[in-house]
């Protein structure tokens, strides 16, 4: 497999195209992944790109076993001691050639494969908690999201250096055995013995590849025209919450009908026990009528932290308290600190009650960042 005589080599397949479109992929999902992993404004695109990575990973499981020659991990398993031999003699420039992968790099693969699942399924669990939203939408509470975010992001920290080590030692054999390693992962071809040769280029599984990534996208982002007329980014949506009918049509004739998840109960409590002067308005709902929607207060309350919003609210509002004013909690205060004066009487504005104008998933009661805009 080393060090063949020059005479004998020739121009043979070596990387078949599912091997390749799963390359470019991959490394094509991850540069999404960092790039929109910052901004709420690009969550969409984030968790798509996510998905996309576990999607490539369980492909390329698959692959591993039943691909073609160069393709297979049983090709590339070589032991610790193997990879670290072979990375001192490139270091002193005299590492033999591999037609597949080198000791060295196989190692960098494995362990991007690892960090792939670590970081794919951590971001799973961190939308499904924090966010309560996603494949595993609710699987534990807002705070363990927030702690396996912790993984999340530091897995990904460490498979970006990873990547640079593998861009670093692909560069170093292409140098060194002067040969573009990067070129041969887009034609397939590299130089070696024809009995190295893989048989065929397995075009038809390459093309079933690119078919699922494409239908996938194309599920995915179906219908974001209608979600987003004529803004420049993808809002994301917050997860729809219980709903009421009857506190829809009582508490949403003046204003919006301010989701119960936005205050603790005893904020409820208060606000009906006092619904004679609510405001200055006269709400002269009758018994059965306020026991219905305190009831549905109560139970989707901030208390319950149904939300991010609702969770972060809850624990800003001291246990002795009970504001009937969401605009008068520590968290909603904080949140919003930083507009201007001018920007709560702007026409489309008028007060800070009125939610929906800057946030579009206000009635759904979520409030995420990616779904908010100040209006002009
Ligand atoms: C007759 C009109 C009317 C109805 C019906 C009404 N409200 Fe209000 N509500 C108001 C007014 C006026 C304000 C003050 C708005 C402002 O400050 O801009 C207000 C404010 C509020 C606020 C405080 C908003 C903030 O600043 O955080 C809450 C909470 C609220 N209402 C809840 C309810 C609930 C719950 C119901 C149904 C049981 C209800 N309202 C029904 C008129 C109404
Ligand atoms: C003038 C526009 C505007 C109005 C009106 C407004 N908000 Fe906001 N809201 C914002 C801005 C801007 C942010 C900050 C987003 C950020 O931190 O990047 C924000 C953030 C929030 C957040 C935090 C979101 C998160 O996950 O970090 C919540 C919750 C929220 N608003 C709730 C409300 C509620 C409830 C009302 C109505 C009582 C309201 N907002 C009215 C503009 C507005």
């Known amino acids: 497999m080393t060090s063949e005589s020059r005479a004998e080599v020739s121009r043979i397949r070596v990387w078949d195209a599912p091997t390749r479109l799963f390359h470019w992929s991959f490394a094509a999902a991850f540069a999404a992944a960092w790039a929109s992993g910052e901004s709420d404004r690009w969550r969409d695109v984030h968790v798509f790109a996510g998905y996309l990575i576990l999607g490539l990973l369980a492909f390329r499981l698959l692959w591993g076993v039943a691909g073609s020659r160069h393709a297979r991990f049983a090709s590339f398993a070589f032991t610790w001691r193997e990879a670290r031999d072979y990375g001192l003699r490139a270091l002193s420039r005299n590492a033999p050639r591999f037609v597949g992968h080198n000791p060295a790099g196989a190692w960098a693969i494995f362990a991007m494969l690892a960090l792939a699942a670590v970081v794919s399924v951590s971001g799973i669990l961190v939308l499904g908690g924090e966010e309560q939203q996603g494949a595993l939408s609710g699987w534990g509470r807002i705070a363990t999201g927030a ?185 909603w205060k904080k949140k919003h600190a930083a507009i201007p004066e001018a920007t709560w009487r702007r026409p489309k504005v008028g007060s800070r009650a009125n939610c929906a104008a800057c946030h579009l998933d206000a009635e759904r009661g979520a409030f995420e960042d990616a779904a908010m805009h100040i209006p002009d």
Request: hydrophobic share 45%.
């Open 147 to 331: 702690m396996v975010k912790e993984l999340h992001d530091g897995g990904a920290s460490l498979w970006l250096l990873l990547i640079c080590v593998h861009v670093g030692g692909v560069v170093w054999e292409s140098l060194a055995h002067r040969e573009n390693l990067a070129r041969s992962m887009v034609t397939g071809y590299k130089q070696g013995p024809a009995a190295e040769a893989a048989p065929s280029f397995r075009w038809f599984s390459a093309l079933a590849l690119a078919a699922a990534i494409a239908a996938f996208a194309h599920w995915y982002f179906e219908g974001y025209e209608d979600r987003a007329p004529g803004r420049t980014y993808l809002p994301f949506i917050g997860r729809a919450l219980p709903q009421s009918a009857a506190w829809n049509a009582e508490c949403g004739s003046c204003h919006l009908a301010f989701h119960p998840s936005l205050l603790p109960a005893r904020s409820w409590q208060a606000l009906f026990a006092g619904q004679d002067k609510h405001f200055g308005e006269v709400l002269g709902l009758d018994g059965a009528t306020t026991a219905e929607l305190l009831g549905f207060a109560t139970k989707t309350s901030a208390d319950a932290g149904l939300s991010e919003a609702s969770f972060k609210i809850a624990r800003s509002v001291p246990e002795r308290e009970a504001p009937v004013r969401i605009t008068e909690t520590g968290y």
